[in-house]
């Protein structure tokens, strides 16, 4: 063999290994998925009083608990077939503010095939990691009211349409600034929507939470979004940490700072629930950090923390990740 052909040899060797050892490298396929997605929001708006009933039932849903949820805890009506509960649906489609936000809702979201391919895609890329893991059987696009973006049952995903018609809209605008916060509004954005029903549904089959220390509750967090980000292979990272470009550059660029202000302040192994709270839950900027950063700098620890692990272990597979202690990953950090 010549030295080019020995060269040429080396070149494929070390492709070859560089393409094993991407341990989001999977090929996806949906063929074992049977996801049904029902539009309820649009059965409530478009059926007659005397067909709201008989069109829920037809699209065999009306035994789902997502169903309860709707009706009792987002627009408390009381449940499905008792008296006077079409008649309070009926009342709520035709209340004024609600007529304009569910116009809003049908043009923000005429076609919704391409959000169903995309989380169809989505559960097939985790399924492909998690051959076992529990799959949704229903997925129901729906108007909470406001209540939550993605709610999830053993079997189901509620998803509030209504959260992802942007901050600019006229109708999010209104919205009261005592109850939804500027900042809330602004997250309201339609780009994190497949995102956000991946992420809920790790975090109620997958990850779930449990009390523990700082440490691992971090690590448990990026362990939720690193999953997230392997349903979404071909999507910025950003995307699965729910960040925009300039916060997700800003945490980047500070992850070391506030590595080193846990460890210097000794939070990392504590269990106080309010620490763990600021640096891992929704707020205008993560708590007792500067307010021009990032919430949830917590999230995007744990997520870094993980993409280290998986750097130096790149053949450790997603299952395996999931059953690793958090101090074995912890300790494999490199800032």
């Not at 925009?244 to 460890?263: G, M």
């Not at 600021?278 to 744990?302: S, V, Y």
């Not at 597979?317 to 990953?329: A, F, G, H, R």
Request: charge should be negative.
């Amino acid at each position: 063999m010549n030295y080019k052909n020995i060269f040429y040899v080396i070149i494929l060797f070390f492709s070859i290994i560089s393409c094993k050892s991407d341990p989001l490298d999977v090929n996806p396929s949906a063929k074992n998925l049977n996801i049904s997605y029902i539009n309820l929001d649009s059965i409530f708006v478009h059926s007659s009083l005397q067909n709201l009933e008989r069109n829920i039932f037809m699209s065999k849903f009306s035994q789902g608990e997502i169903l309860d949820y709707e009706l009792g805890h987002c627009l408390r009506v009381g449940q499905l077939g008792d008296s006077g509960t079409a008649e309070r649906i009926q009342l709520f489609v035709n209340d004024k503010y609600i007529k304009r936000l569910e116009r809003k809702i049908q043009i923000k979201f005429t076609d919704l095939n391409e959000r169903k391919a995309k989380i169809t895609e989505a559960f097939a890329y985790l399924n492909a990691h998690f051959p076992k893991g529990k799959t949704p059987k229903n997925v129901v696009f729906m108007n909470s009211l406001f209540t939550s973006n993605v709610f999830c049952t053993e079997s189901e995903i509620g998803i509030g349409l209504e959260r992802y018609l942007g901050p600019k809209t006229d109708v999010i605008k209104e919205l009261p600034t005592e109850q939804f916060f500027q900042w809330i509004k602004d997250q309201m954005l339609d780009e994190y929507l497949e995102r956000d029903v991946l992420t809920a549904w790790i975090m109620t089959h997958y990850v779930p939470e449990k009390k523990s220390n700082t440490a691992e509750a971090i690590v448990n967090w990026g362990k939720i979004i690193y999953f997230t980000e392997a349903a979404f292979p071909n999507k910025e990272e950003r995307i699965a940490l729910r960040y925009s470009k300039k916060d997700y550059d800003w945490a980047l660029e500070n992850e070391y700072a506030f590595w080193k202000y846990l460890v210097d302040e000794k939070l990392l192994f504590g269990e106080n629930e309010r620490d763990q709270a600021n640096f891992l839950n929704d707020a205008p900027f993560t708590i007792g950090l500067p307010k021009k950063g990032p919430d949830r700098l917590g999230q995007f620890l744990g997520w870094r923390i993980i993409h280290s692990y998986m750097e130096q272990f790149p053949y450790t597979s997603l299952e395996e990740l999931l059953k690793l202690p958090y101090n074995t990953i912890l300790q494999e950090y490199e800032v």
